[in-house]
């Protein structure tokens, strides 16, 4: 991820208020709905900002680290690849590596 991050979300924070401020001028009343879709982080950019970061051409089979695991409605976890859960209850996500 960035190494300003919060500055970064400081700086957004600040054009989105100093925008609504020019909006309320102008007259526009802002609505509930776009304030909370200002708030709302983009998953999308975060993911793809993880995996540019990540180093994948140095995976080992046994190597050690977290693991990603996902359960039946959705919610997910990180782990160690020797996480024991009860049968069914989460499944490890496996990337394969194009190569």
Do not use: C, F, W
């Given at each position: 991820?960035?190494?300003?991050?919060?500055?970064?979300?400081?700086?957004?924070?600040?054009?989105?208020?100093?925008?609504?401020?020019?909006?309320?001028?102008?007259?526009?009343?802002?609505?509930?709905?776009?304030?909370?879709?200002?708030?709302r982080v983009?998953?999308?950019?975060?993911?793809?900002?993880?995996?540019?970061?990540?180093?994948?051409?140095?995976?080992?089979?046994?190597?050690?680290?977290?693991?990603?695991?996902?359960?039946?409605?959705?919610?997910?976890?990180?782990?160690?690849?020797?996480?024991?859960?009860?049968?069914?209850?989460?499944?490890?996500?496996?990337?394969?590596?194009?190569?």
């Amino acid at each position: 991820m960035s190494e300003t991050g919060s500055l970064d979300r400081m700086k957004s924070a600040a054009e989105r208020r100093k925008k609504g401020a020019m909006e309320s001028d102008s007259g526009a009343v802002p609505t509930v709905s776009g304030r909370v879709e200002g708030t709302r982080v983009n998953t999308g950019l975060i993911i793809d900002e993880l995996l540019k970061n990540t180093k994948l051409d140095h995976l080992e089979e046994s190597g050690t680290g977290l693991a990603l695991y996902i359960s039946s409605d959705g919610t997910t976890t990180l782990g160690s690849h020797e996480v024991r859960m009860p049968a069914g209850g989460l499944r490890q996500v496996v990337m394969e590596n194009p190569r």
